[in-house]
């Protein structure tokens, strides 16, 4: 271990997977070439491409109608990719405004319909859940943001609906148990809980595509990329290789049901510190709390710049909050071990005691 870090994305990855792909990176299982100098459609990669998307699938417990594909452009394409897929431009979309991601995905959607954004926490700098809302009946699908990285809010629960639902799980993919079977389409940036930047995954029901009438680029067409088994063009095969390695990695830890329960330890601590400790406080309404990102503030503003210095002596990086909630943020993924949280909350005893 080399410090705690903290970081939002790109953060923190399993020192086992990061061993295994620096070996990699030299020489991949014995070919005599690295992993960067084998072509894509050679037999090793297809079967790191397979194991990849099969152990999503497995790990998420989703039934046969679901694809799993390793697509590039970030969360961000899927902001867009997801209407032009599934609206027709008269068609309406319901989304949920629960942040910046939130917004973003708004955004983009109303370049392809009409987007009706039918709740909102924007009123109380997105420090909730909004919990009252109505899907209008011609909704073609429900968006929401299931854990919002920069104010560290995470639904609890999925909304029931009869429209698909579909989530951006960009920062708490993979780090609890939950229905996944309810949402119609799932998207995940890797660089937060499964892997390295520069692949997302989706998950995605078969059975909701190929509804609408518009002609979408072939780059762009989810059913293109399942009919070629995500090789659709060269896929970024390093970002799916260490996907590859962390979801092993999960699956040897215990799978989701050992790593909620580990995450839930972390945060409870980490909470608990916050909520006891007179120097700081959290940000954001207790039921609705990130498990993954916890975002705090200092009551003393004036030792806030100390703090972080503090911090960065004790090896804890990553900390700074984000510049649109301010304070600080911890960010508390499935690699990062109890003991960077140990470190971490003893560090904001010291800082206590000492300026008391
Ligand atoms: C980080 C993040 C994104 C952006 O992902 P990119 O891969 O940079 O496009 C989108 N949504 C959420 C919830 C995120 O945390």
Redesign the pocket.
């Given at each position: 271990m080399k410090v705690h870090n903290f970081n939002a994305?790109p953060s923190v990855l399993p020192n086992e997977v990061l061993y295994k792909a620096s070996k990699a990176l030299i020489d991949f299982d014995g070919t005599g070439m690295s992993i960067l100098e084998i072509g894509h459609r050679t037999e090793p990669f297809i079967a790191v491409m397979e194991e990849a998307r099969s152990l999503a699938k497995e790990l998420m417990q989703l039934e046969d109608d679901y694809e799993i594909l390793y697509l590039q452009g970030?969360?961000?394409t899927q902001f867009m990719q997801v209407p032009m897929n599934l609206l027709d431009s008269g068609d309406t979309a319901a989304y949920i405004d629960t942040g910046v991601?939130s917004n973003k995905a708004i955004k983009e959607a109303k370049l392809f319909g009409y987007v009706d954004v039918i709740a909102s926490s924007k009123e109380t700098n997105y420090n909730h859940i909004p919990r009252q809302f109505t899907v209008p009946q011609q909704a073609k699908y429900l968006h929401i943001?299931t854990?919002n990285?920069i104010y560290g809010t995470q639904w609890q629960s999925t909304p029931e609906t009869d429209v698909p639902l579909i989530a951006?799980m960009?920062?708490d993919i993979l780090s609890r148990q939950m229905d996944f079977n309810k949402y119609a389409l799932i998207y995940a940036?890797a660089?937060?809980n499964m892997g390295a930047a520069g692949t997302?995954m989706v998950a995605v029901r078969k059975s909701i595509l190929g509804k609408i009438t518009r002609k979408i680029p072939s780059i762009l067409d989810y059913r293109l990329h399942i009919e070629n088994a995500s090789m659709l063009n060269t896929p970024p095969v390093f970002a799916v290789y260490i996907s590859m390695l962390t979801l092993r990695w999960l699956k040897g830890q215990g799978g989701l049901a050992a790593i909620e329960k580990l995450n839930n330890k972390k945060a409870a601590l980490l909470y608990d510190e916050i909520d006891h400790n007179p120097l700081f406080r959290g940000n954001v309404v207790k039921e609705d709390r990130s498990k993954m990102n916890v975002t705090f503030t200092i009551d003393k503003p004036e030792l806030e710049e100390e703090f972080l210095k503090f911090c960065k002596k004790e090896d804890i990086v990553g900390i700074k909050g984000h510049r649109l909630s301010g304070g600080f943020r911890a960010s508390l993924y499935n690699a990062l071990p109890i003991e960077s949280v140990e470190v971490m909350v003893e560090a904001m005893k010291f800082f206590s005691l000492k300026k008391a």
């Open positions: 994305g970030g969360a961000t991601w943001t854990n990285t951006d960009s920062s940036g660089q937060k997302t």
